[in-house]
């Protein structure tokens, strides 16, 4: 025997935990009460009649404005149906997620009658699971942020002098390499400054090495100012010092001319006295330059050429700048 419809259509609004309504709009009538929902959320058969005449008094207030719009949205015709979620207030004061789903038909037999027919369903366990993946995703995105942080710290620390916040021998020879590969595109020629301060041995066994780091921190920002803002002024080891000049131009002998006024320049500005704490001082630093043209490929062929001429500049009495003149070769007999 075939199942009557309407019972069959109950029996599919059952197996999928829906509950149908039916409000007439030009009425405000509620043809069919959801009473199944109102059950749910602990109310009395009266209560749920109560609830019914003044639904937006136990709608969630930050959802009412929401709920309207979209009904007004599908009476004015912009939607071809009306879709809502919302929170409902249980008897016990909670807040329970639902959504609505219906349409408004006219019927044959209530002409002139507008009638919203739809169902409600329970969405509070998806709603729950969606705002739980939000609050993680949150918590990601920021713990993400953090270790990024944490990365871009760590870096700069493997990058940079501890005490001077100079970028350090590791970072100066990716500048070196970096500098050398755009030269051999552009044909400028570049230096390198090897600088090491005089007699530095004599402040710490004088004052003490926390005096002594106080005057290699003036050193390195005395260099800041002294240079370039593109120059780059390292700290490759205790009291020495590295600068490395670009874009000097494609002449040699112009290039070792603004190398030699650069290293004056630089001279002058550390062996102007010096205040550390409240321990005047003097100092003066060496300093030997040599080139980077396509005779240098890297910070290993260079490094040590500008190391022999600071120690031509000890030699000629410190406070002093040289620069490197490669051995003359000796012609055979």
Known sequence: MKMPREEFLQVVMDAADLDVWENELVSGRVTRKATKVYA????????????????????HPEDVDRMRNALDEHASGKTPKYQCEFRIRAKSGAWVWY???????????????????????????????????????????????????LNASLHQMAMTDALTQLPNRRLLIDRVSQALHSAKRSQQIGALLFLDADNFKAVNDQHGHEVGDLLL????????AAVREADTV??????EFVVMLENLGTDAVDATRKTRAIA??????????????AIPYSSTVSIGATLMNEGHQSFDDLCPA????????????????????????????
């Not at 209560?47 to 019914?52: K, P, Q, R, T």
């Not at 959504?99 to 509070?124: C, F, M, Q, W």
């Not at 390292?234 to 009291?239: E, K, L, V």
């Open 217 to 224: 921190k003036e050193i390195a920002a005395r260099l800041r």
């Open 99 to 149: 959504a609505n789903s219906g349409k408004i038909v006219e019927r044959a037999d209530d002409p002139g009658a507008k009638h919203l027919i739809g169902v409600t369903y329970n969405v509070h366990t998806r709603r729950h699971q969606e705002e739980e993946l939000k609050r993680l995703n949150l918590e990601l995105s920021a713990q993400k942020a953090q270790l990024e942080q």
């Open 306 to 333: 500008a190391d022999a001429a600071m120690y031509e500049a000890k030699k000629a009495g410190r406070n002093t700048f040289q620069m490197f003149a490669p051995p003359v070769k000796e012609g055979l007999a």
């Open 264 to 277: 004056e320049k630089i001279l002058l500005a550390l062996a102007q006295p010096y205040v550390l704490g």
């Open 234 to 239: 390292a700290r490759i080891s205790g009291d």
């Open 40 to 59: 749910e959320l602990g109310y009395t058969e009266q209560e749920a009649g109560e609830c019914m005449d003044n639904i937006f008094a136990i709608i």
